[in-house]
């Protein structure tokens, strides 16, 4: 009985370099994919005082489906949940049934009040609006700036446009933001760009019915874009940001850290 071994063959410098012009000398020109795809997305925020303090926790998930018809995008099976022990899982969460079936193409209107107009005035709907801003946000990042992407080579995003309104909850303004295409990687079975991207020392202010807030946000996270076909393949965000609450009916003020924790990935 003889036995075979097959010992992987070390690159030499004519196949390395094919590899090298293939797929690290530029990303390919990424068009916004038509192709159906379905993804969901967890995002967990973390609540904690100044001294490191655990006070509270937040999940909120959701289905996001791109590629309908005329560019069209929806939002399902949004769920909110809470809880009060750093140890314990999450409960079931409730329904967030105004926002199902949310249909919408992704543009500049999603900042606008009338966006969200069946969505209700509560402190919780702000977790259901950063679905929609934190997916559009990625999917920028992914497809936006690929023709000004070089390996390794920090791109600052020109023309941020500084402070903007919220839905008229409240504004966020932007310093800086930087998008770095980092290399290449195998995920889901697909060859993929890697492509980081950072915004430091942001300054948001909330004004609700019942909580004011002032403070500043930093985030930060990873794209996979896959080489074959464009589409997001998974993507990371993480953030921090440290407020000041106002809470009506309350006489002292107090501060909050809330570290953010964003997963996306593909169900379909």
Not at 47 to 74: A, C, I, W
């Amino acid at each position: 009985m003889s036995l075979l071994i097959i010992v992987p063959s070390v690159l030499n410098g004519q196949s390395e370099k094919a590899i090298v012009k293939k797929y690290l000398t530029e990303l390919p020109k990424a068009s916004v994919p038509t192709k159906l795809q379905k993804y969901r997305m967890t995002a967990v925020y973390t609540n904690r005082d100044l001294y490191g303090n655990f006070t509270g926790k937040q999940k909120v998930t959701g289905d996001y489906t791109r590629g309908l018809e005329n560019g069209f995008v929806t939002w399902n099976n949004i769920y909110i949940a809470g809880s009060n022990s750093f140890s314990e899982p999450f409960p079931a969460g409730t329904n967030q049934a105004y926002m199902e079936n949310l249909k919408y193409v992704p543009s500049s209107k999603t900042l606008e009040a009338d966006f969200f107009k069946d969505f209700p005035s509560t402190p919780e709907a702000v977790f259901a609006k950063n679905l929609v801003w934190d997916m559009m946000a990625i999917e920028e990042f992914a497809w936006d700036y690929t023709d000004s992407l070089k390996l390794n080579v920090n791109y600052t995003i020109p023309d941020i446009k500084g402070e903007f309104s919220m839905a008229d909850i409240g504004t966020y303004t932007h310093t800086k933001i930087q998008v770095c295409w980092i290399g290449i990687s195998y995920k889901n079975g697909e060859m993929c760009a890697v492509i980081d991207f950072r915004a430091i020392d942001n300054k948001i202010e909330m004004s609700m019915d019942a909580i004011k807030t002032k403070g500043t946000e930093q985030y930060w996270g990873t794209v996979w874009i896959s080489f074959k076909d464009k589409l997001i393949e998974s993507a990371e965000m993480y953030g921090g940001t440290i407020q000041e609450i106002e809470v009506k009916g309350m006489k002292d003020k107090f501060l909050i850290k809330t570290i953010r924790e964003l997963e996306v990935n593909k169900i379909q």
